[in-house]
């Protein structure tokens, strides 16, 4: 077994798709096939269901999935840890934000970071706060930026921003006109939210929740899995939404949308990474800059 067998393991079974993998690891398919037929013939296991052009995890492969990526957890680490004994403050970080983040706040400072250590490359991948979690537990990320706060021992979690959530509306809702009055008027209307999972979603209800009210009670029309896709679906509709003020703006400024008065919570915005994996040195320098404003000791998110 290579390290580079699992690695296309866990990339098809992330694909649910042999060509799709062999894309995005830039390999031919043969090369691709040939890697998941190597380790199912050597150790006598079917890891993958073959139906039609359809390709699944079997209960095995799901099972080998974990271990897989444990494994190539501690292969990062130790090459962070390598990268770490050399000269200058150099390496590669791989980086996961959810999209608030990743959309309007972190590119600039991404930038920033690059003019301060222009020899550590980054790679972003952008998805829903749940996911970003995720992808540290798993060992997929070095740090992760979220908007939420997150209750688990295995974390570290490092304030470096604040965000602030608006009511948003479209001018052919009512509260574009008469703002509501209290928060049992949510319940009156029609809403587009982000899915479950997203840190803006996990805020409001959490908010909901506090104020005596069931978020399961909301008349939710329409969920769905970016800010753009929430912000065009509300525009020109009678429902309401609740979304970063940062990513409101655009729609405020140009006059497409309003944010009626209402009292909704600020939200920090994070750096996670986990406790126990070896803090590389470009990873200790992208925590120290992306903080810098902030003098805030990190704890860990079990005890938040």
């Not at 749940?130 to 540290?136: E, H, L, M, P, T």
């Not at 209290?182 to 909901?208: D, M, N, Y």
């Not at 040195?281 to 925590?287: D, I, S």
Request: hydrophobic share 45%; glycine share 6%.
């Amino acid at each position: 077994m290579t390290i580079d067998q699992l690695r296309i393991f866990l990339e098809v079974a992330r694909q649910q798709h042999v060509t799709q993998a062999a894309a995005v690891l830039n390999l031919t398919q043969s090369t691709v096939s040939a890697a998941i037929k190597a380790l199912e013939t050597r150790h006598d296991v079917q890891l993958f269901n073959r139906l039609g052009r359809g390709i699944h995890l079997t209960r095995e492969g799901e099972q080998f999935v974990a271990l897989a990526e444990k494994v190539l957890a501690s292969v990062r680490d130790a090459e962070q840890l390598l990268q770490d004994f050399g000269v200058g403050n150099a390496g590669r970080l791989k980086i996961f934000a959810s999209q608030t983040v990743a959309s309007v706040w972190l590119p600039q400072r991404l930038v920033q970071f690059h003019q301060h250590c222009p020899a550590i490359s980054i790679g972003l991948e952008v998805s829903n706060t749940q996911n970003c979690v995720d992808a540290i537990i798993q060992g997929k990320a070095d740090a992760a930026f979220i908007e939420a706060s997150v209750n688990n021992a295995e974390l570290c979690q490092i304030p470096v921003g604040l965000d602030q959530l608006v009511l948003l509306v479209g001018e052919q809702h009512r509260w574009s006109r008469t703002p509501p009055r209290g928060f049992a008027a949510l319940f009156e209307t029609g809403w587009i939210l982000r899915e479950a999972g997203s840190g803006t979603r996990a805020t409001f209800e959490q908010k909901l929740r506090a104020e005596g009210y069931d978020p399961e009670q909301l008349d939710i029309f329409l969920e769905l899995p970016s800010n753009e896709s929430v912000c065009a679906a509300v525009e020109g509709s009678k429902l309401a939404t609740v979304i970063s003020k940062d990513v409101a703006q655009p729609y405020l400024s140009a006059g497409r949308m309003v944010a009626p008065p209402f009292d909704l919570p600020a939200r920090p915005f994070h750096m996670i990474r986990h406790r126990d994996r070896h803090r590389s040195r470009a990873l200790g320098l992208l925590e120290e800059i992306m903080a810098a404003k902030r003098s805030v000791t990190p704890t860990p998110a079990g005890g938040l």
